[in-house]
T-cell receptor, first 115, second 113 residues
Framework: AQSVAQPEDQVNVAEGNPLTVKCTYS??????LFWYVQYPNRGLQFLLK??????LVKGSYGFEAEFNKSQTSFHLKKPSALVSDSALYFC?????????????FGTGTLLAVQP | GAGVSQTPSNKVTEKGKYVELRCDPI?????LYWYRQSLGQGPEFLIY????????DSGLPNDRFFAVRPEGSVSTLKIQRTERGDSAVYLC???????????FGPGTRLTVT
């Protein structure tokens, strides 16, 4: 079974500092990995995805993620955090075992950026 | 363009009642997904439509849950004899096809009292 894990319930960072939100995966075969962000009372917004190619993926709002096959990780990063980045972040893997391509999500990490 | 819309945004119902939740996908998107997000958890897959047919309903928790998409566009998730454990945010997502990126709606927050 495919899964992702987000080991941190919450990450605190000061505005202007770099941020990292961790994600590890467990899949058979090549993974299709995603990051989504959820603001209060709003739906999930797509940030970026890794399908194949470069291990460093650039996405929306200045976020990027590094795919590391040996460590089975896909950590989300941003060089300089903004207070407006405070939100709930979800890592997900696409289930390629069947015809659905449904997403399997982690439990989420709350990012709090202090001014 | 218009994104995925869901109505109502909030629904409060009494235990045992029947509810319907509506999803309006992005125009032209053939793939439609329903997910359920319980408090403190990530979204969990419920059902997937390709066109009008439910291609995968393996995530539906029991036979009280049912969903339709009769014309291949709007979808309705139906829950019979609601229970307090059904309280959650129900998310809908659509995609140009099953391989495409999924775009999520704002969700319907269901509270069963």
């Amino acid at each position: 079974a495919q899964s992702v894990a987000q080991p941190e319930d919450q990450v605190n960072v000061a505005e202007g500092n770099p941020l990292t939100v961790k994600c590890t995966y467990s899949v058979s075969g090549n993974p299709y990995l995603f990051w989504y962000v959820q603001y209060p009372n709003r739906g999930l917004q797509f940030l970026l995805k890794y399908i194949t190619g470069d291990n460093l993926v650039k996405g929306s709002y200045g976020f990027e993620a590094e795919f590391n096959k040996s460590q089975t990780s896909f950590h989300l990063k941003k060089p300089s955090a903004l207070v407006s980045d405070s939100a709930l972040y979800f890592c997900a893997v696409r289930d390629r075992g069947g015809a659905t391509n449904k997403l399997i999500f982690g439990t989420g990490t709350l990012l709090a950026v202090q001014p | 363009g218009a994104g995925v819309s869901q109505t109502p945004s909030n629904k409060v119902t009494e235990k045992g009642k029947y509810v319907e939740l509506r999803c309006d996908p992005i125009s032209g998107h053939t793939a439609l997904y329903w997910y359920r997000q319980s408090l403190g958890q990530g979204p969990e897959f419920l059902i997937y439509f390709q066109g009008t047919g439910a291609a995968d309903d393996s995530g539906l928790p029991n036979d009280r849950f049912f969903a339709v998409r009769p014309e291949g566009s709007v979808s309705t998730l139906k829950i019979q004899r609601t229970e307090r454990g059904d309280s959650a945010v129900y998310l809908c997502a659509s995609s140009p096809d099953r391989r495409g990126e999924q775009y999520f709606g704002p969700g319907t927050r269901l509270t069963v009292t």
